[in-house]
C-alpha cells in the first residue's frame, strides 16, 4: 500500500524530478570507451534495476539444481516477440526508435535496420517455447567461454559490475 500511495503522490514526485536518476545518467553521459559503458551498465542494474544488454542472475542450475549458477539474459526486446515478429509496425516503429538513440550518441542511423534485424532474428528464436532448444536457450558457458563470446570486454570484471561477484566460482 505504501509503495502505492508514493506512486499516487505526484507533488512529490514533481519535486523530486530527476534528481534520484543523475548518477545513472552522468555514468552513462561520461563513457568513453567499452569499459566505461560497462561499470554503467553495471550502476544502472545495481542502482536503479535497469538492464541494459544483458543481465546476470544467480538461479538454481538447470542440469544440476543442487548448485547454483549465472545466467546471463538479453535485455527486453523493446517490444513483445509476438509483436515484432507479427505486425510490420512494431519493427518500423522499433527502427526509428534504434535510430534516434543511435543519432543521440553520434552513430551512423544506418546501423538501425541491421539492429532491428538482430533483435527480430533474438525474437524468432526466442518466441516459440515449444520449439526452443534447452542447450541453445541455457547455452552454458565457463569463464573462459564466455570470454571469447564478449571478446571486447573484460567478462570477470563485468560480472563484478553487475554485482555477482566471483563468478569463477
Known amino acids: 500500500k505504501d509503495l502505492y500511495l ?3 503522490d505526484t ?4 519535486n523530486t524530478g530527476i534528481a534520484p536518476l543523475m548518477k545513472g545518467l552522468m555514468e552513462v553521459e561520461n563513457c568513453e570507451n567499452i569499459n566505461d559503458f560497462v561499470t554503467a551498465c553495471g550502476l544502472l542494474y545495481r ?5 541494459v544488454l544483458c543481465y546476470p542472475y544467480i538461479a538454481p542450475d538447470i542440469y544440476d ?4 549458477t549465472v545466467y ?8 513483445p516477440a509476438e509483436d515484432l515478429l507479427n505486425t510490420a509496425d512494431s519493427a518500423e516503429n522499433m527502427q526509428k526508435v534504434i535510430a534516434a ?3 543521440v ?4 542511423t544506418e546501423d538501425a535496420y541491421d539492429i532491428v534485424s538482430m533483435i527480430l532474428d533474438i525474437a524468432k528464436s526466442t518466441s516459440d517455447i515449444q520449439t526452443m532448444d534447452i542447450t541453445e536457450a541455457y547455452n552454458s558457458c565457463n569463464p573462459q567461454e564466455l570470454q571469447e563470446i564478449f571478446d571486447n570486454v573484460d567478462v570477470l ?4 559490475e553487475f554485482g555477482v561477484g566471483n563468478a569463477e566460482q
Open 6 to 8: 508514493m506512486y499516487l
Open 101 to 103: 538513440i543511435l543519432e
Open 72 to 79: 546471463l539474459e538479453q535485455m527486453d526486446l523493446l517490444y
Open 105 to 108: 550518441y553520434g552513430s551512423e
Open 65 to 68: 539444481s543442487s548448485t547454483y
Open 47 to 51: 542502482e536503479y534495476g535497469c538492464d
Open 157 to 160: 570484471s563485468m560480472l563484478e
Open 11 to 14: 507533488d512529490a514526485r514533481e
